[in-house]
């Protein structure tokens, strides 16, 4: 066989060609095709690349180059779209610059606002309580039955020797800590009962638990959303949800905070430039507000919602955190107070259970293909340990007295509603002040009016906003508004006369100013709760009015 | 569409037995002193570069055909489903103008893959998780889509929870303090930290906390996720960069992404190509504008819990001082179970804590409470009360999980109960080793240092993991299974977290099964080269072999790779 390797006739013999290449060129290619012929089906592919080269020696030659251009492709890197070739720079010079690189300091401290720190009370004992042992800044400061209107206990029902016992019985039998997160054997019996506990309460399909109220949004809406899907928020949401907006990827749209023309306005908008661009499938569409507003009080109104909503095909999340518990006959929120059915209206609620329930962590209620998605799409459900189980239990335990006795929720309502009616009706104090929170609302908000801010700060919600979000994009490292600072200054002054002269303990609004990206007013807030008494109440409204009066009259 | 609130799952009653069995089923007696290893610290010296024992072609190759064969009965039962039966998937498709929930593509995955083994996922469980954990049966329906539970439950051995100390007890100092605190405090705080939230109890906690890590001051959570979700964006912006490890947790990259400063990922543990991104970073500075960054941090993991590895921390530290960076150190599994007094990485390693600029770590997993804390120096921590969110927005720690920190962590220093710290620390030392010198000699593959009480095993194919986990639950034993997108898509794997309430008797019989099944399942594929052989063949051992000589031998650094 060997002796019939031949030089090839199409080779010029002008050209001389060394015999060693050409007999081990031989000798490759006899081998290649007597083993490639040993491939099953191999002569298939040899009959077929000799018929096609006899038909069009062209078309062998083309098919040669294109499998080594795509060797070649194949091999190559590949360069990124858009980048630049930087300029080449010696080893020296790069440890040159490295040299002179000067960080920031990793956290850059500022005096200018450090008071606050000496102003955060430490309480010996329970913050729940309404008699409190507080001291301050390190122990300088000591209030002895301090009386407290602070607390988010609402209707103090956690505190009840029947939940205490409960929770003492299962830190007997599970333990402190649940140990792993929900996917992973940390949901116990009791998670799974509180889920089903709170959706029943409420009325909804199913629920979804969470390690901690303020996560909940955050992890919530980006679960649900990505690039090209439409939020269309309240212009006073809270930080946790303006964190969530933050990370949803979305397309965020502000309406004026609960005004409805606005909102239908922009719905309208929005509905007819997604006419114009026929997109190939509709993007997810949420609104975005809360049941009671976290900085004002104020209360959403769901009707309206509810009614545009539907018109314009979104869907309706909303922030119950400080109105479950709180509104309705029983407690049972926003769509008790409106007599609507919440399982038909809104689509994502979300609640905690570190407010007027009195335990720890946060909810989410929905139907059950949301819930179920959030069990494997929601960050904070995922990659967390799940709640202690005595936590839980205690909810449960609580949510079951809410529904067999609703004394407590018209206690704090009649309570909310005296508190409201003092400020509100009260003249001399509004020449100061403006309530900005509801009636029913257990929180009373209120802040100076916007001709005492002009006086006394010569600032404005609108300028303080501007600065703040002018150093905010400018990325400022300490971050400072002075008329903000002021004005919570002042605040805090009147917070410390009704503690020192009344010994009362009220709050600021505990606001970090650099965190928020909507225009915030600096205010306090006034918590009653359902095992306070009227007397008590009004005595304190005299001991803060006077505290106003007196801090607001002088120049 | 039925689900889990329609299924109520019981409440199971405590079991009637005795005080003394109760307390051996949540923290078994040490059966022999021979039974501990003494760790110890690293006096500095960085690690390794790791060995990664892969598995031969043909386990890749049938890893990757069992995706491919699950990915096209998913796509012909979708096709089917959404012809013929459009009643049972209406959660994706249009309804009344609204966009389904989530896409058809988005869930392919969840809907197809997943819920064919969402039996081994969410098992409920009731009781302390400590060395047994309680599991509740249920019957599975409709291919996982419900499950019914008839009331009874098993006692299986737990290899599952991050109870790395066993102080997931209900007996004991812990559970005296937690029940002290409930009288004294109650169950709830009353607020934000800021408003009214902080008794004299967070005060002391934090200072011990702070005392234990050795930093100045520390700052506690509720929550460990949220700690790090809500930590960045305090004292990052969009002109800082982020050098991040690849394998970090998400609560890290959802608080850096929240934050808006600019990432950086390099390679999981490879030290040179972070100091090449370092360089090239400080060189090049802000992508668009090329000015210097602000500031740059590196954020690592003590360790990882998906791997079982460690951040090589001398040498992190050494190029954080080179080039002028911050180390932030998340040390969510190593607190507690690391280092020769339980102080995690730095312990470990033998570096002063200095030398971290902020340390994180979670309360929930060694010490059996819930929550998160961050250490640093004091000036850095006021600057952090006052700036971060969730001391203002969010909910404090509750009175009874700060007792059980408390009274944990003092347990572990030898404040309370002397000795009985240490010898929780050496007995998660030794059944960590052993666990995991044993495994190797039986020829598995398992990732990680020798130290690290999370020990991953490799199953690779997808269809294992629900084999594995039913078998292992047959026999008892409470594992956890994770596939993608936890891990690299062919590198599924059955995670043990080793226990101090575990007794070496525990580990034997579950290396017995684990052998088992291993046969059974064709799980034994390692080559040798990241131990467990001592003549460089793949090893194979006897299990009687193993269980022999292994207790001993696994004292020894020599027999592992570290």
């Known amino acids: 066989m060997i002796d019939s390797v031949n030089v090839p006739e199409v080779l010029p013999s002008s050209i001389p060609v060394p015999s060693a290449v050409i007999s081990s060129a031989s000798y490759l290619w006899f081998y290649f095709i007597t083993f490639f012929k040993l491939i099953p089906g191999a002569h298939y592919v040899i009959d077929y690349v000799e018929k096609s080269h006899q038909d069009d020696p062209y078309r062998t030659f083309v098919e040669v180059l294109l499998i080594l251009y795509s060797i070649v492709y194949f091999l190559s890197k590949p360069k990124k779209k858009g980048a630049v070739d930087q300029p080449k720079l010696s ?37 729940a309580d309404n008699v409190i042992n507080i001291t301050r800044d390190n122990g300088k400061e000591a209030y002895a039955s301090a009386f407290n209107l602070c607390s988010f206990n609402f209707l103090q029902l956690s505190k009840h020797p029947r939940v205490v016992e409960i929770a003492k019985e299962i830190i007997k039998n599970y333990g402190v800590g649940s140990c792993g997160p929900a996917g992973f ?78 909102l239908e306005n922009l719905l309208h908008e929005l509905d007819e430039a997604e006419k114009k661009e026929k997109l190939p499938a509709i993007p997810r569409k949420f609104i975005v507000t809360e049941g009671i507003f976290h900085r004002t009080g104020e209360i959403a109104p769901l009707p309206e919602l509810v009614q545009l909503k539907r018109k314009y095909k979104y869907r309706l999340f909303i922030d119950e955190t ?3 518990g709180v509104l309705g006959a029983t407690g049972r929120g926003l769509t008790e107070y409106y007599n609507i059915n919440r399982a038909t209206s809104i689509d994502i609620t979300v609640g905690s259970l570190a407010t007027a329930i009195g335990s720890s962590g946060g909810f989410v209620l929905g139907d059950n293909v949301m819930v179920r998605h959030q069990r494997i799409g929601s960050n904070a459900y995922c990659f967390s ?27 704090l309502r009649y309570l909310s509603n005296k508190l409201h009616e003092w ?57 400072f508004v002075e008329s903000w600072e002021k004005e919570e200054i002042f605040l805090q002054a009147i917070v410390d006369t009704v503690l020192i002269d009344g010994n009362i303990l009220i709050s600021r609004d505990t606001i970090v100013l650099k965190q928020e990206t909507l225009p915030v007013t600096p205010n306090i807030s006034i918590c009653c709760n359902s095992s306070m008494e009227e007397s008590q109440l009004l005595d304190a409204y005299n001991v803060i009015r006077i505290a106003i009066i007196k801090h607001c009259s002088e120049a | 569409m039925i689900s889990i609130s329609s299924t109520r799952v019981p409440l199971i009653p405590p079991e009637d037995i005795p005080l003394e069995d109760k307390k051996e089923n949540e923290f078994g007696q040490l059966t022999s002193e021979e039974y501990l290893y003494q760790s110890k610290s690293r006096d500095g010296k960085a690690l390794q570069d790791p060995i990664l024992d892969a598995p031969a072609y043909h386990v890749s190759l049938i890893t990757y055909l069992n995706y491919l064969i699950l990915i096209i009965l998913g796509h012909i039962h979708d096709f089917l489903g959404l012809t013929f039966q459009k009643e049972k998937h209406k959660d994706i498709m249009e309804q009344d103008g609204l966009a389904p929930w989530f896409s058809t593509f988005e869930s392919f995955y969840v809907r197809r893959l997943k819920q064919r083994i969402d039996d081994c ?22 291919l996982n889509d419900y499950f019914t539970y008839p009331g009874t439950t098993s006692m299986c051995l737990n290899l599952s929870s991050y109870n790395y100390l066993g102080f997931a007890q209900s007996e004991g100092q812990c559970t005296t303090a937690a029940l002290e605190a409930t009288d004294k405090y109650g169950v709830y705080s009353g607020g934000p930290r800021t408003r009214i939230g902080t008794t004299d109890l967070h005060v002391m906690t934090e200072k011990y906390v702070a005392q234990f890590v050795g930093k100045e001051d520390a700052i506690l959570f509720s929550m460990g996720y949220g700690t790090n979700a809500n930590f960045f964006n305090s004292f990052l912006d969009s002109k800082c960069l982020v050098i991040s490890d690849s394998l970090n947790h998400t609560s ?57 590895t460690m951040a090589n921390l001398p040498k992190l530290v050494e190029l954080k001082k080179k080039y002028k960076c911050y180390l932030f150190v998340d040390e969510a599994h190593s607190i507690g179970a690391m280092g020769p007094s339980g102080r995690g990485v730095c312990d470990f390693f033998g570096i002063p804590c200095s030398d971290i600029d902020i340390m994180m770590g979670t309360l929930t997993k060694s010490f059996g409470a819930a929550g998160g804390y961050i250490a640093a120096d004091k000036w850095i921590i006021d600057r952090f009360r006052l700036d971060l969110t969730t001391p203002h927005y969010g909910e404090p720690t509750p009175a009874p999980v700060l007792a059980q920190i408390a009274s944990s962590l003092k347990t572990i220093t030898g404040d309370i109960n002397p000795g009985e710290g240490q010898e929780r620390l050496q007995r998660i030392a030794f059944n960590a080793r052993y666990l995991r010198l044993a495994l190797q000699r039986l020829g598995f593959i398992v990732y990680g240092i020798a130290d690290s009480p999370v020990i991953p095993m490799l199953l690779y194919a997808p269809s294992k993991m629900p084999a594995f986990s039913r078998m292992m639950l047959q026999r008892k034993i409470a594992v956890v299974v994770v596939a993608y997108p936890a891990t690299p898509l062919i590198e599924s794997r059955v995670r043990f977290c080793v226990s101090a309430a575990l007794t070496k008797e525990d580990i034997d019989y579950l290396l017995q099964h684990i052998n088992e099944v291993g046969d059974k399942l064709f799980l034994k594929v390692s080559s040798g080269k990241a131990g467990g052989s001592l003549d460089g063949k793949p090893p194979r051992w006897n299990i009687d072999e193993v269980i022999k000589r292994t207790p001993t031998d696994c004292k020894d650094d020599s027999f592992f790779r570290i």
């Open chain 1, 322 to 324: 400080f109105s479950i």
């Open chain 1, 423 to 479: 400020f509100q009706t009260d003249t001399e104090l509004l020449r100061y002040i403006e309530v900005t929170s509801h009636r029913d609302s257990s929180v009373l908000h209120f802040q100076l009016t916007d001709a005492q801010r002009q006086q006394k700060f010569g600032s404005s919600i609108e300028s303080v906003f501007q600065e703040s979000q002018y150093q905010q994009q400018h990325c400022i490292s300490d971050h």
């Open chain 1, 185 to 262: 054997y940390g949901n116990e019996d009791v998670h799974y009962n509180l889920e089903y506990d709170l959706a029943s309460f409420f009325g909804t399909e199913n629920s979804v638990l969470y390690g901690q109220d303020f996560c909940v949004s955050s992890s919530v809406i980006p679960a649900f959303t990505k690039r090209g899907d439409v939020i269309v928020a309240d212009d006073k949401i809270s930080v946790s949800s303006q964190n969530a907006l933050q990370l949803s990827r979305s397309t965020v749209y502000y309406y004026k905070h609960n005004d409805m023309a606005s």
């Open chain 1, 91 to 127: 080893e020296k010079e790069i440890d040159n610059l490295i040299e002179e690189w000067e960080p920031e300091p990793i956290v850059v401290p500022d005096e200018r606002n450090e008071w606050r720190l000496a102003k955060i009370p430490v309480i010996e004992g329970s913050g």
């Open chain 2, 121 to 142: 996922f969410s098992r409920p469980t009731t009781g302390v998780p400590g060395r047994f954990i309680r599991c509740l049966d249920r019957v599975s329906h409709n």
């Open chain 2, 252 to 308: 890290i990259r959802t608080g850096v992404r929240l934050s808006g400063a600019a990432v950086k990922t390099f390679k999981h543990n490879d030290m040179r190509a972070l100091e090449k991104l370092i360089r090239e970073q400080i060189v090049q500075g802000q992508s668009k504008t090329h000015r210097p960054w602000k500031k740059i941090i590196i954020c690592v993991e003590g360790l990882y819990s998906m791997e079982g």
């Open chain 1, 385 to 411: 340990a799940s709640l202690p189980p005595y936590a839980v239990r205690t909810a449960s335990t609580v949510l079951q007295m809410m529904d067999e006795d609703n004394s407590s929720v018209t206690k």
